[in-house]
């Protein structure tokens, strides 16, 4: 049987992988990162409305950092900001690029080794703490969110965007459609196939891509723990925001030139958007500011 511990290094393996890969093709800097078709399409908006609450001299610090254009982007504001992560290969390409461009810099940043699963924080130290797209991954959100509790200062900001349930199959089925019809990095002739040899259980392999099942050791081990209402029992909760519930999906598996790409998944989203008020999809993510009382 794997350990915790094996767990942990085939987990900061992986990311730390994705992590070099990624720097190899675009600078780990928000500057660069928010022209990545996802961000333009989906996360920028949000990103941006995050860092507008950072100011010059707060105290910020990132959960899960990867390589570290967050962080980064956060002293860029004009905070001394601190990144967390388990990856020491992603802790070397942040700190590598920030050594680069550090005189550019208004704030200061520091990068450091930590499990977030044992977290440990000094009380009533930071203005801002983020954490995205890394709760999910965790087998203990409870000692995370309550070392986050104590960390923030008295009105800290804790901001949250993350995957929060289970992918609906409405949500499935909307998504496995578009995605046979459109263009991806699966040949049509494959997808028939596997329509073919799958059948009326198709929408559980894509259920299975959309959660990202398998993808790395600790993928999904969150799931069974609602870090929504543990965050609600701690902080007072200033804002939900409830995403598109299948564009973000179809982004990562579109196909096509962006002068189609990028008309079309605006469109998309506007749509996906409209049938998310009316409770026709339902979105697995979420994305929360809340104050600490």
């Known amino acids: 049987m794997t350990t915790y511990e094996q767990k942990l290094q085939q987990e900061a393996e992986l990311w730390g992988t994705e992590s070099e890969r990624m720097a190899r093709m675009i600078a780990p800097d928000w500057r660069e990162h928010r022209h990545l078709l996802h961000n333009r399409i989906l996360h920028g908006e949000n990103i941006d409305k995050l860092l507008m609450q950072v100011k010059p001299e707060m105290q910020t610090l990132e959960l899960g950092c990867a390589s570290g254009w967050l962080t980064l982007a956060m002293a860029q504001q004009g905070a001394y900001a601190t990144g967390l992560d388990l990856s020491e290969k992603s802790l070397l390409v942040a700190r590598n690029y920030y050594e680069r461009i550090q005189d550019e810099v208004r704030g200061t940043v520091n990068y450091h080794y930590a499990d977030l699963n044992a977290l440990e924080l000094e009380p009533?130290?930071?203005?801002?703490?983020?954490?995205?797209?890394?709760?999910?991954?965790?087998?203990?959100?409870?000692?995370?969110?309550?070392?986050?509790?104590?960390?923030?200062?008295?009105?800290?900001?804790f901001w949250i965007s993350d995957t929060l349930y289970d992918e609906h199959m409405s949500s499935v089925l909307f998504a496995s459609g578009l995605t046979f019809l459109l263009p991806t990095e699966v040949p049509y002739s494959e997808k028939i196939k596997g329509l073919l040899k799958?059948?009326?259980?198709?929408?559980?392999?894509?259920?299975?891509?959309?959660?990202?099942?398998g993808l790395s050791p600790f993928e999904g081990a969150g799931r069974n723990h609602n870090w929504l209402e543990i965050t609600q029992e701690l902080f007072t909760i200033e804002q939900?925001?409830?995403?598109?519930?299948?564009?973000?999906?179809?982004?990562?598996?579109?196909?096509?030139?962006?002068?189609?790409?990028?008309?079309?998944?605006r469109l998309l989203k506007r749509i996906d958007q409209y049938l998310v008020k009316h409770d026709v999809l339902q979105p697995s993510a979420r994305i929360v500011y809340a104050r600490k009382k």
């Open 240 to 265: 939900v925001i409830v995403p598109p519930a299948v564009t973000g999906y179809v982004t990562a598996q579109l196909r096509a030139p962006d002068f189609i790409n990028v008309p079309f998944l």
């Open 198 to 213: 799958f059948g009326l259980n198709a929408p559980e392999r894509i259920k299975m891509s959309m959660e990202a099942e």
């Open 124 to 157: 009533n130290t930071y203005d801002v703490i983020a954490v995205k797209a890394t709760l999910h991954h965790l087998v203990n959100i409870r000692g995370t969110i309550e070392a986050v509790h104590r960390a923030l200062k008295p009105n800290g900001l």
